[in-house]
């Protein structure tokens, strides 16, 4: 019984106590809140700036002819710009949070080749068709995201007869 | 001996050969000369609404893996979820801040009615009762009448004499493997008592009929201690609670993250109450409670903190009963302040904001005009927003908001016949919006909704009635019920037309519009404690909005009904059930229809004395035929069916 009076005496003060403590205590976030980068468009650019593929507030230019690589090679660097709310062009973040992510509709078919900014090459694995969608990924999150993007996979090349060479890139 | 009308009379009230429980509790107290008799201190009506609560053997038989699956068979229950973990209860197809989950009274401070991907904070497996509140006494603890209360009462502050009670239980599941246990304790000696209780649960990914729907692990801890002391007529006492959950939400359904989100969430609750009983009323009581609660909440993607809360609430509440106070017999008033602070973090684009809260209720009850009684609450106040600068959102947008708020609801019960009542309710339903709905203004990584809030929004404010008819009979129990609000102003997110080009989502803004919920529920039962036992009961809600047109409201149930026919015998209790639901054709704009469905179980229940201890084993087998179950109102709808054939049992000893 006596055991029963001082375990309530001591629990009561503790929580006692800790009700007053925690009046005063601040349970925080240990994360900022992070922007999103807002974009309305994306518009991909072959290397000598002629346009590839142009997407504004979901709409695929479609005068544009199909993005194509061959198996087995990968397609010439392939530039990204972003589009505002009044259709004009702007840069990619240059921060070290955010960068270009992507998903391939079939892997087996196509992957690609990331060296860092906002560009990339096309690497053709097998002769098909299949889908690609470009993201601003932030934190493991996408801010932004194009739709599917066809991509035809045309048929296989030995190395030396892709019309991309890797080394070109360099020049 | 002084006896009021009420309980002499609570005899005939209900047929001979099966008396409710609540009248056999009046019926034994007359029978006893050192009991005191005192006045009802509520209405017959709400007595009768008390035995309908889960608890004891009825709570053991429907334990599931949360509050809101344990009541799914309750009248106008619906479950909205987005995994197992994070189901919440729905009432009368309301949803969110229209349902409010209260533990031990006060408030469970979690994030669970602002996002379907947020689980309720709190262990169901420790739950000693579960009730859905109903009719007037909701205004009690919030403005939305049209909506309900969850009430899990725990009592961890132990205001017990008895001198030792504990309980050991175990949940076992096949639908989700895993397992659920939960302990504890209070004891008293010269004033002074104690209780204590630790609970884990950990379930492995939920099974369906079309296979194992990944990322739906839950795995919770939880306990609370608490002591209290009596001196005199005062009561004093005071607990701690504490609760952590991990457990995903599972990806790719439209929209949605490919492999999922996991979620991890902490709750404290640091809670002190004094009593004041007077000598001579013991239904008299002076009531204050102080809860503290601090609520932590990360949602990963993949590595990184997709998004991030901490609540900060302190909640005061007094409250004064009373009684004896001639035809109107029972009185309960009193007064609320809270104050609320929530802190995001990543990928959150609702400002970091303080809200206050301060209001007034009610609740009396009036009797003895030819078996008329009636209920009239009320509950006054005001809500105050004080959002601060953030980068997410737009300044414009920050706007300070004040809200005055009213509710009201009047019911008149009226004995119709010998264990026969018809019952009118009549109530203005009013909530503040959420902040969420004032101030975000971007997409939610988990729910994966893009949902603005609209700063300029007024109070959500409706009209509603309900008409009941319940018949206590010797062989059966029934009861029917048609309800209906007309909401001036009912908030709720709808598609703008507009689309996120960035994320290539809809916008959905959340809006104030005219919209009309109406719908029914019934449900019978035979009395008999030994014998055959059958049971059914349906629910149906429709919801409409006037937009212009009329249109279908989003997340709205479809019908559903339980039906349940078993055999009782002395420590033995055997049951076979069937639910259906039928398909939901009425849907809102880019929602989805959702098929209906047939299940079928068993339940099997056990229980017995030994040694001043009881013994409850509860064996169930759900969805026998593994039936592809799709519930209108989870997002993963399109991806998965709920739970497939699941074997589950309930072990509990109370000593």
Wanted: glycine share 10%; with cysteine; hydrophobic share 40%.
């Amino acid at each position: 019984m006596k055991f029963i009076k001082t375990l309530s005496v001591a629990l009561l003060s503790s929580v006692l106590c800790a009700f007053f403590a925690a009046c005063g205590d601040n349970n925080s976030t240990s994360t900022d809140q992070h922007e999103h980068f807002e974009v309305e468009g994306w518009n991909l650019y072959w290397p000598n700036w002629e346009l590839a593929y142009s997407v504004y507030r979901g709409k695929a230019d479609t005068s544009l002819e199909v993005l194509k690589v061959n198996a087995n090679c990968m397609s010439e660097h392939i530039s990204i710009k972003f589009l505002d709310e009044n259709k004009k062009e702007v840069a990619g973040p240059s921060d070290d949070e955010h960068s270009l992510g992507w998903e391939v509709g079939d892997s087996k078919l196509l992957d690609i080749h990331w060296e860092g900014g906002w560009g990339f090459h096309l690497k053709g694995i097998k002769e098909g068709e299949t889908t690609l969608i470009l993201k601003v990924n932030h934190h493991g999150h996408a801010d932004a995201r194009t739709p599917e993007i066809r991509i035809v996979v045309d048929k296989s090349l030995k190395a030396d007869e892709c019309p991309f060479q890797e080394d070109e890139d360099e020049d | 001996m002084k006896t009021s009308l009420f309980r002499a009379t609570m005899g005939s009230l209900l047929l001979g050969g099966h008396l409710h429980s609540f009248a056999q509790e009046f019926v034994q107290d007359l029978g006893s000369s050192t009991i005191e008799a005192e006045s009802p201190k509520q209405a017959l009506l709400e007595g009768l609404r008390e035995d309908e609560d889960l608890k004891g053997a009825v709570l053991e038989r429907e334990i599931s893996t949360t509050i809101a699956e344990t009541i799914r068979n309750e009248p106008d229950v619906a479950i909205r979820s987005m995994g197992p973990a994070a189901a919440r209860p729905v009432i009368k197809g309301l949803s969110g801040s229209h349902v409010e989950v209260t533990e031990d009274g006060s408030f469970c401070g979690d994030m669970s009615a602002t996002s379907p991907d947020h689980a309720v904070a709190s262990e169901v497996l420790t739950a000693q009762k579960l009730r859905v509140l109903r009719g007037p006494n909701i205004l009690l603890h919030s403005y939305s009448a049209a909506g309900g209360v969850v009430q899990v009462e725990r009592k961890d502050i132990p205001f017990s004499d008895s001198i030792f009670h504990g309980y050991v239980a175990w949940y076992a599941e096949s639908g989700q493997p895993g397992i659920a246990t939960a302990v504890g304790a209070n004891a008293y000696a010269m004033g002074f008592s104690v209780k204590g209780e630790l609970s884990g649960r950990r379930m492995r990914d939920m099974e369906t009929p079309e296979g194992t729907l990944e990322n739906t692990d839950i795995e919770n801890t939880g306990g609370s201690v608490g002591a209290a002391y009596a001196l005199g007529r005062f009561r004093f006492g005071a607990s701690y609670r504490w609760f952590e959950s991990a457990y995903g939400i599972p990806g790719g359904f439209i929209g949605g993250h490919p492999d999922g989100v996991d979620i991890d969430l902490w709750k404290r609750d640091l809670t002190v109450r004094g009593l004041y009983l007077p000598a001579n009323r013991s239904g008299d009581t002076l009531d204050i409670t102080a809860r503290i609660n601090r609520y932590h909440h990360k949602e990963y993607e993949d590595e990184s903190v997709g998004a991030e809360f901490a609540v900060n609430q302190e909640n005061l509440r007094i409250e004064k009963s009373m009684t004896n106070l001639g035809s109107l017999f029972g009185l309960r008033f009193g007064a609320e302040l809270d104050s609320r602070s929530v802190k995001m973090g990543g990928y959150v684009f609702t400002p970091p904001t303080r809200s206050y809260g301060a209001s007034l209720f009610a609740v009396a009850s009036a009797g003895g005009w030819r078996g008329l009684e009636m209920t009239f609450s009320g509950r006054l106040g005001g809500e105050f927003f004080r959002p601060q600068e953030s980068v997410v959102v737009d300044k414009d947008a920050i706007e300070d908001r004040n809200f005055a708020l009213w509710a009201f609801d009047a019911e008149f019960s009226q004995r119709v016949g010998i264990g026969k009542f018809l019952t009118l309710d009549i109530f203005r339903t009013t909530r503040a919006p959420t902040i969420e709905e004032l101030y975000n203004q971007g997409p939610h990584l988990a729910a994966y909704t893009y949902e603005r809030g609209n700063h300029k929004l007024d109070a959500e404010s409706g009209y509603g009635t309900e008409i009941e008819y319940r018949s206590y009979g010797e062989l059966l129990s029934w009861r029917a019920a048609a309800h209906g609000t007309w909401f001036l102003n009912h908030l709720a997110p709808r598609a703008s037309g507009d689309t996120n080009w960035s994320q290539l989502l809809p916008i959905y803004q959340v809006r104030g519009d005219e919209a009309l919920l109406f719908g029914a529920s019934a449900s019978v039962q035979t009395t008999a404690e030994l014998g055959l036992r059958a049971s059914a009961a349906a629910s149906y809600v429709r919801g409409i909005f006037r937009d212009g047109d009329w249109g279908d409201m989003p997340q709205i149930p479809p019908f559903k009904f339980h039906g349940e026919l078993g055999y009782i015998w002395d420590h033995l209790q055997a049951s076979a059930y069937c639910d259906f639901a039928l398909a939901q054709n009425f849907v809102d704009r880019y929602e989805e229809p959702t098929p209906g469905y047939i299940t079928a179980g068993a339940v099997l229940e056990i229980r017995w004395k030994l040694a001043l201890a009881k013994y409850s084993l509860v064996i169930r087998a759900d969805n026998i035929l593994d039936a592809d179950v799709r519930n209108h109102l989870s997002r993963l709808k399109s991806v998965m069916p709920e739970k497939g054939r699941n074997f589950s049992a309930l072990a509990k000893a109370e000593f």
